[in-house]
């Protein structure tokens, strides 16, 4: 049987990332300490970046199925030593029983996927962040609901965070309104795909009207640090802070993927406010990850 891989949200249908989002509450609501289906099973993860979340949700996520976590670095591998990564993979593959990367280019997921004989997950590349996105969905879904035919609002840099986020509105069916500078706006072949759920705003106010949920990340992201002060004037004027949030429904919700640069793209009284769900959100990682392990391995 081939592997079944998480690359990106559009690897899966909309009915089984609907499954996994309901299993993610289930897992969370009502744990079974006793639930063990990884015993036995190896997770390998290559980080190319440094990590909090990513690396403990995974790990801990292993660790409570029964299984077992192996952190690999390029330092520490030949992958930092020029081995071809279609061989890394299928040396890999061969030992382990899912590999999960966060890495910086997102060719290199792809062609571990290409190569693995075991499901292949996206930790986080330069144009993806799905697993970020199967916490946001399941963080909605426990506050407010099914998502669909809802209003998301991004505001930022058009980046990994927001390419996923177009993919979601593809797969969850909601609208997605985007503000950002048209410098860094998303890819447009990715923006195409999406047909009318997606709409562009020249402000963050504009793009917040009656918004549900606005989201947005930092405005460097990790490898950009060069373009810092560049960004800093370009997105300026696309900080999510109380005006923005006024501008969305009285019930609209903030998320972050973290970590946040208070008085950059958010104002602390948004990420520190009522509104704000950046922890639930941040924990909800362990949740959906644990879900899409026992999706892909234990088919």
């Known amino acids: 049987?081939?592997?079944?891989?998480?690359?990106?949200?559009?690897?899966?249908?909309?009915?089984?990332?609907?499954?996994?989002?309901?299993?993610?509450?289930?897992?969370?609501?009502?744990?079974?300490?006793?639930?063990?289906?990884?015993?036995?099973?190896?997770?390998?993860?290559?980080f190319e970046k440094s990590s909090t979340r990513t690396r403990i949700s995974f790990e801990v996520a292993m660790a409570q199925f029964?299984?077992?976590?192996?952190?690999?670095?390029?330092?520490?591998?030949?992958?930092?030593?020029?081995?071809?990564?279609?061989?890394?993979?299928?040396?890999?593959?061969?030992?382990?029983?899912?590999?999960?990367?966060?890495?910086?280019?997102h060719e290199t997921v792809a062609t571990f996927a290409l190569h693995s004989r075991v499901p292949v997950i996206n930790g986080l590349t330069d144009w993806q962040h799905p697993c970020q996105l199967l916490a946001d969905i399941q963080t909605y879904f426990e506050l407010r609901g099914d998502i669909a035919g809802k209003t998301v609002t991004w505001i930022g840099d058009g980046n990994n965070m927001c390419h996923s986020y177009i993919h979601a509105a593809q797969q969850f069916d909601f609208k997605l309104n985007i503000a950002c500078p048209d410098s860094y706006r998303p890819d447009q072949a990715i923006v195409d795909a999406a047909g009318d759920r997606v709409r562009f705003f020249a402000s963050p106010e504009q793009a917040a009207s009656q918004a549900e949920l606005v989201v947005t990340d930092v405005w460097a992201s990790m490898g950009q640090e060069d373009?810092?002060?560049?960004?800093?004037?370009?997105?300026?004027?696309?900080?999510?802070n109380a005006q923005v949030m006024q501008a969305a429904r009285a019930d609209a919700i903030f998320m972050h993927c973290l970590p946040a640069h208070r008085g950059e793209e958010v104002?602390?009284?948004?990420?520190?406010?009522?509104?704000?769900?950046?922890?639930?959100?941040?924990?909800?990682?362990?949740?959906?990850?644990?879900?899409?392990l026992e999706f892909l391995i234990c088919r």
């Open 227 to 240: 373009e810092q002060k560049n960004r800093e004037i370009a997105f300026r004027n696309f900080q999510v």
């Open 66 to 105: 029964g299984g077992t976590a192996l952190f690999l670095s390029p330092r520490d591998t030949q992958l930092g030593r020029g081995e071809p990564l279609e061989d890394s993979a299928k040396v890999i593959s061969s030992m382990v029983d899912c590999i999960m990367l966060r890495t910086n280019s």
């Open 267 to 292: 104002s602390a009284d948004v990420i520190d406010g009522p509104q704000s769900v950046v922890f639930i959100e941040a924990e909800n990682r362990l949740h959906a990850q644990k879900a899409l």
């Open 1 to 46: 049987m081939q592997p079944r891989h998480f690359t990106s949200l559009l690897d899966l249908t909309s009915a089984e990332l609907y499954a996994l989002i309901l299993r993610a509450i289930e897992l969370k609501t009502k744990p079974n300490l006793d639930y063990r289906p990884l015993k036995g099973r190896v997770l390998a993860m290559i």
